[in-house]
């Protein structure tokens, strides 16, 4: 059984850093490109960054390009995003994504997601 | 990267058929055939309808279809069902080699 679940969330300042993590189990990690959606309180979702399965490729959306980082540990079976310089704008519960299609390097669609781990930036 | 363009809410009877548009460019939603429909209950994570534009995954009701034209995708939920009762997001990969999310339907069964 696929498995995904978010962790790292939590309040912090605008301008300060956050790292979320995403534990998977169930599949081949190493074959699925990963990806991070956000959905703001009472909004819409928005897709904010992809990595390929070996980590070599990774897209972001223009609105945490420069801000964010995605990444992930393989032999861990984990994908991160570190996100820097946070906003309030950046408020959202954050999903974790698998690509369904394998050996995809970009976002298609995802057949599985995590439950979300909330993030809210505030003073 | 702008939010595919869907209506905020759409409503139908039970048994009725409504569709959901989801409105692109041809740098998206016109360009690809990885038009992706996701249905959201509240609380929820987004559950996947359908894929590559009308690809219904295994366990979902035959009762959703898609389809497109030009650069407008549809999603259709026929036999409507209290429990259709949910937020709706279309999706597509863009030529930027990004992801964008329509601005998600609110389906209400009256």
């Known amino acids: 059984e696929v498995q995904l679940l978010e962790s790292g969330g939590g309040l912090v300042q605008p301008g300060g850093s956050l790292r979320l993590s995403c534990a998977a189990s169930?599949?081949?990690?190493?074959?699925?490109?990963m990806s991070w959606v956000r959905q703001a309180p009472g909004k819409g979702l928005e897709w904010v960054s992809v990595?390929?399965?070996?980590?070599?490729?990774?897209y972001y959306a223009d609105s945490v390009k420069g801000r964010f980082t995605i990444s992930r540990d393989n032999s861990k079976n984990t994908l991160y995003l570190q996100m820097n310089s946070l906003r309030a704008e950046d408020t959202a519960v954050y999903y974790c994504?698998?690509?369904?299609?394998?050996?995809?390097?970009?976002?298609?669609?995802?057949?599985?997601w995590g439950q979300g781990t909330l993030v809210t930036v505030s003073s | 990267q702008s939010a595919l363009t869907q209506p905020a809410s759409v409503s139908g009877s039970p048994g009725q058929s409504i569709t959901i548009s989801c409105t692109g460019t041809?740098?998206?939603?016109?360009?690809?055939?990885?038009v992706s429909w996701y249905q959201q209950h509240p609380g929820k994570a987004p559950k996947l309808m359908i894929s590559?534009?009308?690809n219904r995954p295994s366990g979902v009701s035959n009762r959703f279809s898609g389809s497109k034209s030009g650069n407008t995708a549809s999603l259709t939920i026929s036999g409507l069902q209290a429990e259709d009762e949910s937020d709706y997001y279309c999706?597509?990969?863009?030529?930027?080699?990004?992801?964008?999310f329509g601005t998600g339907t609110k389906v209400t069964v009256l």
């Open positions: 994504a698998k690509e369904k299609m394998a050996a995809a390097q970009e976002a298609y669609y995802f057949d599985y």
């Open positions: 169930g599949f081949t990690f190493s074959s699925y490109a």
């Open positions: 990595i390929s399965g070996g980590g070599d490729s990774t």
């Open positions: 041809s740098s998206d939603v016109g360009g690809y055939n990885y």
């Open positions: 590559e534009v009308s």
């Open positions: 999706s597509s990969c863009t030529s930027t080699y990004t992801l964008v």
